[in-house]
């Protein structure tokens, strides 16, 4: 279901706990943070005062879990993540939409349920 504005959207994504798999696997529990990501964004090499693309989005998201590739199921849950936080999947998304993005799809990403995509990482 799409919200009809991001206006509805009342989730403080940085305190909801993480429901998916853990983005850093050092195994010491990291939390992912906007500050994290915001860093990212300029490592990734796009201006952090400006809009994210939604292909950018993609790109940044992963980066932050240091993927090469990335499968349908991955699009998918970014594309879930940007209509929960954004209202819709869009062409361009806003610096706070996208850091909350991130930090959405990072707290429920469970993975690709394609074994082939899992004997890939």
């Known amino acids: 279901m799409e919200l009809d504005s991001a206006a ?7 305190s909801m706990p993480s429901r ?17 990501v915001f860093q990212a964004i ?8 400006r809009p994210l693309t939604h292909g950018q989005l993609v790109e940044l ?6 993927y090469s590739e990335v499968c349908r199921f ?6 879930q993540a940007a209509a929960r936080i954004h209202g819709k999947v869009d062409a361009i998304y806003p610096l706070d939409h996208s850091l909350d993005i991130v ?3 990072s707290k429920t990403w469970q993975g690709c349920p394609d074994a082939a995509c899992q ?3």
């Open 119 to 121: 004997s890939e990482g």
């Open 74 to 79: 991955f699009h998918l849950a970014v594309e």
């Open 20 to 36: 998916g798999l853990a983005w850093c696997d050092c195994g010491k529990g990291h939390e992912l943070t906007e500050d994290i």
């Open 8 to 14: 509805e959207n009342s989730i403080d994504v940085w």
């Open 42 to 49: 300029a490592e990734a090499g796009f201006e952090p005062s």
């Open 61 to 66: 998201i992963a980066d932050v879990w240091h």
């Open 103 to 105: 930090g959405y799809f």
